[in-house]
């Protein structure tokens, strides 16, 4: 007896081969049987009606761990298909010190929030990076300083921790406080103990505009000396100057990996990021934080070395490359979802000037969209072989959807704009490829061995969708709609998404690195 029986589907396997017409067996949360199950009785049998079957897609950078804690349905992401989610960029809830704990985030290892979540339950898997800022905020803080040889030692020590708690290997995101105070030294140092661990290194690189080429070398380097495999998060090149290398860029990676060194990369299908707006801001101006920045825009020659990289920022990206997406203070809501030439002309400053006002009137920085990537380089990395794909968003929740609040169309639409806009509509790829890019490829790029192919022994991770239908309808000014054709999805053997409807159910569970020691 099956517990579940999926009948009258044509079979993507997650490996790459065409479709195939078979019926898949569950029992528990695992495979056990495909091929012709009709003598076989099950508990339940859904019938595929001559739709896709394929694994559960694989996010390959989600920020859905910031709300499942409170918000476990993450509608935003079951619609997509995304059955596991890999988070952790940068920063991850935790291993953290004991003051920052709150009531409603208790954690203190990385271990405790994975219990947290386990004990709570997800309609989806997730399996966590270590943020290599966390040990140096809990060592260093935020300043720009190198770590003595103690200090090294401690943040070591945490990193060891971590991937004992089951963290899948560690992260960084170099263009943020404190990580850009990161030398690569460190960052080897860090990234040795993670390989000790089976682990690997996920890298928001140092840069991805003009300095490309040397933030790559520094991710070619991390992964050498480390001995620690390297995953480039959201390759894109930047910056209108820029466009076209895209090519060049490719070249680069696959000629490392022609010499042995085991990197990849993913991207999201847009042509346009989502982020905090004082990455305009240099470097050094954000040493110590945000506040730290606020103080130095008070100061004159502070001031005028800030604003001189303003002009160079604003020159580069154009007059519909800055779209200030969210502001958090009511005194400025007027300035929401617009431009930042339209919001100088109604402030009557030049844009320089309007980017501090916005600054001084926020505790924290707006959020921004920039429109910095053409649409052939987002082609380019998409097609390659060894490139997946991760949305990059979190699964914004009911409430931000009834303030319509602004957020990137990636968070609703990213795996069905692959499927739909770029596999089916544009043929960049057949969509058995596309496929492979978000189930089998990804999940081996995060050492998730277990599932991504639909297989006898894999678990059962399973979405059903149609190929004709599957279309995404988010868009940067109206992003709060859901993907079509995707109407069942299917975790751990559990139904989340039925006719189109979640079931309520919370089947998912974190999946541990191989470093994980019970408790």
């Given amino acids: 007896m099956l517990d579940l029986k999926i009948t009258n589907g044509r079979i993507l396997d997650g490996s790459g081969a065409p479709w195939f017409r078979a019926d898949i067996g569950v029992r528990g949360d695992a495979i056990v049987a495909t091929g012709d199950l009709s003598a076989t009785p099950a508990t339940t049998t859904i019938d595929a009606g001559n739709r896709i079957v394929s694994p559960g897609f694989v996010d390959l950078l989600s920020w859905a761990q910031t709300t ?10 079951v619609r997509q298909g995304i059955t596991t989610a890999i988070a952790g960029e940068g920063h991850s809830p935790a291993p953290r010190r004991p003051d920052a704990v709150t009531k409603d985030a208790p954690w203190v290892t990385l271990g405790d929030y994975l219990d947290a979540l386990d004990a709570q339950g997800a ?65 080897v140092a860090l990234s040795k103990v993670a390989a000790e661990y089976g682990g690997m290194y996920f890298s928001h690189i140092r840069d991805e505009g003009d300095r490309i080429d040397a933030a790559l070398d520094e991710a070619f380097e991390i992964g050498r000396r480390a001995g620690i495999p390297v995953n480039v998060w959201h390759l894109k090149i930047g910056g209108r100057p820029n466009w076209g290398k895209m090519p060049a860029i490719i070249a680069r990676i696959a000629a490392e990996r022609e010499k042995g060194l085991d990197v990849a990369a993913n991207v999201y299908p847009y042509a346009a990021s989502g982020t905090a707006l004082s990455t305009l801001a240099p ?42 997406a969210q502001i958090f203070t009511d005194s400025q809501k007027q300035y929401e979802k617009k431009y930042l030439p339209e ?22 920085s707006p959020r921004v969209i920039y429109f910095s990537m053409s649409e052939d380089d987002v082609r380019t990395a998409l097609q390659t072989p060894w490139v997946s794909v991760g949305s990059d968003a979190s699964a914004p929740g009911a409430a931000l959807r009834a303030a319509n609040t602004s957020v990137h169309p990636r968070a609703y639409g990213t795996f069905p704009r692959v499927l739909g806009h770029y596999s089916r509509d544009e043929k960049l790829f057949p969509l058995a490829e596309a496929v492979r890019k978000i189930t089998s490829q990804a999940a081996l790029r995060a050492h998730i061995f277990d599932r991504g192919l639909l297989r006898a022994g894999m678990k059962a991770d399973i979405v059903i969708f149609d190929p004709e239908q599957v279309k995404d309808f988010s868009t940067f000014d109206d992003p709060h709609h859901f993907s079509t054709g995707i109407d069942d999805v299917i975790v751990n053997g559990i139904p989340v998404l039925r006719h189109g409807h979640l079931t309520g159910a919370l089947p998912g569970r974190t999946v541990r690195g191989r470093g994980y020691v019970p408790n």
Wanted: glycine share 6%; proline share 4%; no cysteine.
């Fill in 343 to 364: 919001i100088a002309a109604e402030m009557a400053l030049p844009q320089d000037e309007a980017l501090v006002a916005l600054f001084a009137a926020h505790a924290i």
């Fill in 123 to 187: 309609t989806i898997n997730f399996a966590l990076l270590l943020g290599a800022s966390n040990p140096r905020e809990m060592v260093l803080g935020n300043e720009n300083k190198r770590p003595t040889v103690e200090e090294m030692q401690q943040m070591e020590a945490i990193v060891d921790q971590a991937m004992r708690d089951g963290a899948i290997g560690i992260s960084t995101s170099l263009i943020y406080v404190p990580a850009m105070y990161s030398t690569t030294d460190e960052l």
């Fill in 283 to 324: 470097d050094w101006a954000m040493e110590g934080g945000y506040d730290d920045f606020l103080r130095r825009l008070a100061v004159p020659d502070d001031r005028a070395r800030i604003m001189t990289e303003f002009r160079r920022q604003i020159e580069r990206r154009g007059d519909r490359g800055i779209y200030v």
């Fill in 68 to 77: 499942v804690i409170g918000d476990p349905h993450l509608e935003a992401h």
